[in-house]
Structures are given as structure tokens and as C-alpha cells.
């Protein structure tokens, strides 16, 4: 096994960092280790914004209510992106390019390359010592964090990404079987029950043994609890006012 592929395996999410800046090469290594991912036909749909800003930064802690958004050697927020390409047009070009851009195509386009993006920042981040954490907690109140950051039409933000040295070593949380993920030729809904049964035996275990938040729960039962509980539902409207995901 190479250090990539241990890299990747050690993930974990950090959720206390120490109170160390990330210097301006680190994060000139993470930005560019992102813009090297694969992007669909050259587009590279998404604009890393880094939040340096104590204001922007607290009100952002606020809203996701992770106080790692704060306390982060650096936090990254990573927008979709579809208005540089619209930008380039005149405006004869530009009214031929909207029925594209706002379609539901481009915008799947536009998240993709954005997720690739992030991953290959935090394979970067991890490979240098530290340590990440997504913040799908923009979200909770996306326009606040739009009109925050300033964003224009066919701009949205998607995710945080919190960055620094590593202040504890969370245990390992294990992931669903590899058979339950890797199908062959079709999808096999067959063996699905056994292997999701199995996997929430053992994660009943390590919530149970785990050295912080111990507690008796399932996959299954987290998945069931979140699914029926809809959450951030103002998010189709504030993406379809932002001219995307509209056709």
C-alpha cells in the first residue's frame, strides 16, 4: 500500500484544532492540489473563497454551529460555479447560453467538479498533516451566507472546509461493507438487507466503545431519523433563484 492510499484510508473528520494558522504555501498547496482534479470538458465550475475575515468568520460559525468553523487553522468555502463561463459572453451569447447554464445538467456539472475539487484539496491537506472537516452546515441558512460572501447569479455556495492541525485523534468510523457499495453489471438489491444488517451490528459496537459520545445507535436508525426530518428545504428555491437547476 502507498502513502496515497494510506493517506485516504486514515481519513477522519477533526473537530478541534490547534490554534495555528495554515501558512500562505499550505494553502497555495491545497488550492492548487483542488484545481488539478478532474473537471468535466475543461469547465473547472467552482471558486474557492478563503475566509479570513474574523466577522464573516463568526457570523459563518453562527450559522453552520461548528465552532471549528472558527477555530480552524484556515477555512475554505467552496461555491458551484457557473458565472465565469456566463461572464465571458456578450449579451447576445449570453441569452443563447441560458437555457444551458440553468439547466439541470450543468448544474449537476457545476457540484460535481466542485466535490471533486474539495476532495483532492483535503487528500492534499491530510498528505501534509493535517486535518479537515466539511461543513455542510452553510447550508442552514444559505441566502445569509450568499449575501455574506457576496455571491452573483450562477454562484452558490455548497460546503465549507475546515483545515488545521489536528488537536485530538478521533477513532476511525467504520463505512458500509464493500459489497454493499460495489455492485457488478446491475444493482443488486438482493443482498442489501444481510450486509446493511451486519454493518449496523458493528457500528452499534464502536458507538459503544468509542472514547467520546458513546451511544447505542444504528446506521439504519441515523438514516431513518435524518430522512424523515426534512431539513434546509429552502435550498431548491435559493438555487433556482440563483438562475441554476431551473430547465
Not at 490547534?18 to 488550492?31: C, F, G, M, R, S
Not at 436508525?221 to 433556482?240: A, H, N, S
Request: charged fraction near 25%.
Amino acid at each position: 500500500m502507498n502513502n496515497t492510499i494510506e493517506t485516504i484510508l486514515n481519513h477522519r473528520s477533526i473537530r478541534k484544532f490547534k490554534n495555528e494558522a495554515l501558512t500562505p504555501e499550505q494553502i497555495e498547496i491545497i488550492v492548487s492540489a483542488a484545481q488539478h482534479a478532474s473537471t468535466s470538458s475543461y469547465v473547472m465550475a467552482y471558486t474557492i473563497i478563503g475566509i479570513t475575515d474574523e466577522v464573516i468568520k463568526e457570523k459563518l460559525t453562527s450559522i453552520s454551529g461548528h465552532e471549528h468553523v472558527r477555530n480552524s487553522g484556515h477555512l475554505f468555502v467552496f461555491c458551484a460555479d457557473l458565472n465565469r463561463i456566463y461572464q465571458l459572453a456578450s449579451e447576445e451569447e449570453q441569452e443563447k447560453m441560458k437555457e444551458s447554464i440553468e439547466s439541470t445538467e450543468q448544474f449537476l456539472v457545476t457540484t460535481i467538479d466542485t466535490a471533486l475539487a474539495a476532495q483532492n484539496a483535503v487528500i492534499a491537506a491530510e498528505s501534509i498533516g493535517l486535518g479537515i472537516c466539511y461543513i455542510g452546515g452553510i447550508r442552514n441558512n444559505v441566502k445569509s451566507v450568499n449575501d455574506l460572501l457576496e455571491l452573483p447569479d450562477y454562484v452558490i455556495p455548497l460546503f465549507g472546509l475546515a483545515v488545521g492541525y489536528p488537536d485530538h485523534r478521533p477513532e476511525h468510523k467504520p463505512r458500509l461493507p464493500f459489497d454493499e457499495i460495489y455492485h457488478e453489471n446491475k444493482y443488486d438489491m438482493k443482498k442489501q438487507a444481510s450486509l446493511i444488517q451486519q454493518f449496523d451490528r458493528e457500528l452499534e459496537k464502536y458507538y459503544l466503545s468509542r472514547g467520546q459520545n458513546t451511544r447505542k445507535d444504528t446506521w439504519s436508525d441515523q438514516m431513518i431519523r435524518k430522512y424523515t426530518t426534512p431539513i434546509r428545504m429552502d435550498v431548491t428555491k435559493f438555487i433556482q433563484d440563483k438562475k441554476l437547476n431551473k430547465r
